[in-house]
């Protein structure tokens, strides 16, 4: 099952590049997200003690946190899929046929980045995420999507090698203690009160640094607002909701590894400043804020930073955090997706053209709207649940400052982000609003208004089988809480 998971669609986008149809390789998408979601079911369906949960000497196997986030990307993966042809049927006048091959390779790398206990797999499974998603950026074809492909793939690039030379440093730790140096995650585990402390701050920082810029934390995101607002609404759901979310697990990682040295407080106080700093940073730009796709891409650095920061609380807050992390990655297919929506319709990303979208695209419009209610954690969506409750572990852990700090920053991001907002969805149309004929159609409302239902889900009632995954990944994070 695991090695089928990352066979079944990198062989699929191989079978894109054989498909001579224009119109009809979209459908592929589709037929590897079912593939890979069935593939998903019957693995979590499986006994995580089965002779064929770990292969390959440990370099391959599926934690609890694996478990997890494999369940919501192959879910996430699936509702994209579906929006694909629909999106690609609007944009015929651009040949799919790259598309189409790497978004599978991209699904099979992610589900890699989640099935590897080894530093080294891991990191190339990263890398090639970056490689195969920068065509993806570039569909489009113009000058800005152009610079935005090159700036992320340059700034991921120097991510990734720092990440690299922190994994260098941790296995020196090893080394430096007398041990057999080893790069899978369990061995470090095992040995981590014994390695060399220096080294291994050294290596958490370079790591934190490398893995941070992938999923975007501040400063370290300067990628994110020309990628995602050049990207198609369906790749920066991916992006924000997939890719984001596979650097934080690789990032927990190596949290895991400094909990077992027993020096858990650096890694929180880390993480705790470079929370707060990211959802200070998103909340400045998103501030008067004229761009509607870049306002999504800092409301991504925003909550990037909201998932860090409750790891650095601990307690109840891992909980909350891991939580969020299914709750964001939701919402943003909404956002992002109705925001495709929108810009097909006006040709025009930015607010002083777009507006009375309602009336031009009241379904599109209404998921924006709603998804931004969502995202700003208001209820009755899942995301309240999951700040309130890392706001609530906060205060029981007596950190009042924290707690002060992530409500005010909370607040200045729902004003900035809905001062565009609504700019956009509500008055009258602009002239801008006839600049294309399109139109709403059942396969580019569909999957937003799924992944609107069960952000709602989460926001009332949390699914006995994922409240079980849940708190098994928690329990990794801080064993014996």
Not at 67 to 88: H, K, N, Q, T
Request: with cysteine; glycine share 10%; hydrophobic share 55%.
């Amino acid at each position: 099952m695991l090695v089928g998971l990352v066979i079944v669609p990198f062989a699929l986008g191989l079978l894109a590049l054989l498909v001579p149809s224009n119109r009809l390789r979209p459908w592929l998408l589709p037929i590897t997200g079912a593939l890979h979601l069935a593939l998903t079911a019957a693995t979590l369906m499986s006994s995580p003690t089965s002779p064929f949960a770990s292969l390959f000497g440990g370099w391959v196997r599926l934690d609890a946190l694996g478990r997890l986030v494999l369940a919501f990307i192959s879910v996430l993966f699936f509702l994209s899929s579906l929006y694909a042809p629909g999106y690609l049927r609007a944009r015929s006048e651009r040949p799919n046929r790259l598309f189409c091959a790497c978004m599978p390779l991209f699904l099979a790398m992610m589900t890699l980045i989640l099935e590897s206990h080894h530093l080294g797999l891991m990191w190339v499974a990263l890398e090639t995420t970056t490689l195969s998603s920068g065509p993806l950026l570039f569909f489009s074809r113009s000058p800005r999507a152009l610079e935005a492909t090159w700036k992320y793939l340059l700034i991921g690039s120097v991510g990734i090698a720092l990440a690299l030379l922190g994994s260098f440093l941790l296995a020196y730790s090893a080394l430096v203690s007398g041990l057999e140096p080893s790069l899978l995650f369990e061995d470090l585990v095992r040995d981590a009160p014994l390695l060399s402390r220096p080294w291994l701050h050294s290596a958490f920082i370079l790591l934190f640094v490398g893995y941070g810029t992938k999923m975007g934390l501040a400063p370290m995101h300067s990628w994110k607002p020309d990628a995602y607002g050049e990207a198609p609404g369906v790749v920066g759901t991916l992006l924000a909701g997939g890719l984001t979310s596979c650097a934080f697990v690789a990032l927990l990682r190596f949290v895991r590894i400094v909990q077992a040295s027993a020096d858990a407080a650096f890694a929180r106080e880390i993480m705790i400043a470079a929370g707060l700093l990211s959802m200070a940073v998103a909340g400045v730009f998103m501030a008067r804020q004229r761009d509607y796709k870049r306002m999504l891409a800092y409301s991504s650095v925003e909550h990037m930073g909201i998932l860090v920061l409750g790891i650095g609380i601990g307690g109840e807050a891992i909980y909350g955090s891991l939580l969020h992390l299914l709750n964001n990655g939701l919402t943003k297919g909404v956002l992002f997706m109705s925001a495709g929506n929108i810009h097909r319709a006006y040709a025009s990303k930015l607010t002083h053209q777009v507006g009375g979208a309602l009336q031009r695209l009241p379904i599109s419009a209404g998921l924006f709207l709603a998804g931004f209610i969502a995202i700003t954690g208001s209820p009755p969506f899942g995301p309240f649940i999951s700040e309130f409750t890392i706001l609530n572990a906060a205060i029981q852990h007596r950190q009042y400052g924290i707690a002060a700090a992530f409500l005010l920053f909370l607040i200045v991001v729902f004003v900035g982000m809905g001062s565009t907002v609504l700019s956009v969805v509500q008055g009258k149309q602009t002239d801008q609003a006839s600049a294309t004929e399109y139109r709403d159609t059942f396969l580019t409302v569909a999957p937003p208004i799924v992944l609107l239902g069960l952000v709602l889900l989460l926001g009332v009632y949390i699914p006995a089988p994922l409240e079980s995954l849940l708190r098994a990944a928690a329990t990794t994070l801080e064993p014996g809480r």
